[in-house]
């Protein structure tokens, strides 16, 4: 799924929708299997290819791991519902902030994720950020931004700073709060959140041990780096994403 500006047909349009909705769902359900939830609080959003910067949130107060298709909501970026039937479905307030920014500045992502789990708070918290003493966490060296606390994000103006603290990148550790992954397609962003939820969880383990880190040297992490980002990766994640499903079937 990628966004465009071409001109698609209406039944395009609703096609490309219902299969959104579909993936979008999917993905809630993955995250509650992999206990990346934090109750109600947390959302996943994906942009509606031939839409004007509208874009699927999950209505607030349905858990990830109950989620369907009809518990979308389709919102544009000033955070109000697009279907009449939907003008009632209450939205989280930070989740629009932080999800609008990067689907209004960032048209090459089809679908941002945010988590608060233990071990990505846990990264968040720490000064030196994520450390490059994983595979996981080599997927990440030099692309990965941070974005420093600034309360909860009810803020629109905040906006414009994490967009600014994203860049280029696809993942983002959000300072004191959790991280925060996007992907050209659904299937790549999944798979960007779960290497870096993996990446944190492997950084809180070794840390607990209490004895001296090894660390590869900056051209193997470069070297690293270069060979996760190629772009076959997304017929990997794509292969990925196809296998994991069957884990919720």
Not at 41 to 50: E, K, N, Q, V, Y
Not at 196 to 207: D, G, M, N
Request: net charge negative; aromatic share 6%; glycine share 6%.
């Amino acid at each position: 799924m990628t966004n465009t500006n071409e001109t698609m047909s209406p039944e395009a349009i609703a096609e490309a929708e219902a299969r959104t909705r579909h993936d979008l769902a999917a993905l809630y359900r993955l995250i509650a299997h992999f206990r990346m939830t934090d109750l109600v609080d947390t959302h996943i959003s994906a942009r509606l290819p031939g839409t004007p910067d509208h874009f699927l949130i999950n209505r607030y107060g349905v858990l990830f791991h109950e989620m369907q298709p009809g518990d979308l909501v389709k919102i544009d970026p000033s955070g109000k519902a697009v279907n009449a039937s939907d003008a009632s479905e209450r939205v989280n307030a930070a989740g629009f902030t932080i999800h609008s920014a990067v689907h209004m500045a960032r048209h090459d992502l089809a679908c941002v994720i945010h988590t608060h789990t233990a071990d990505g708070i846990a990264v968040s918290c720490m000064e030196e950020g994520l450390l490059p003493i994983s595979q996981h966490a080599l997927k990440f060296y030099g692309h990965l931004g941070y974005h420093d606390y600034e309360g909860i994000a009810l803020d629109l103006d905040e906006r414009d700073r994490l967009v600014a603290s994203l860049g280029s990148h696809r993942a983002m550790i959000l300072r004191n709060h959790g991280l925060l992954a996007a992907g050209r397609t659904i299937a790549e962003a999944f798979m960007n959140i779960y290497f870096l939820e993996r990446a944190c969880q492997a950084q809180v383990k070794a840390l607990s041990g209490g004895r001296k880190l090894s660390l590869p040297s900056a051209a193997v992490c470069e070297r690293t780096a270069a060979q996760f980002n190629r772009e076959e990766g997304l017929a990997h994640a794509q292969m990925a994403w196809e296998s994991a499903l069957r884990l919720i079937d």
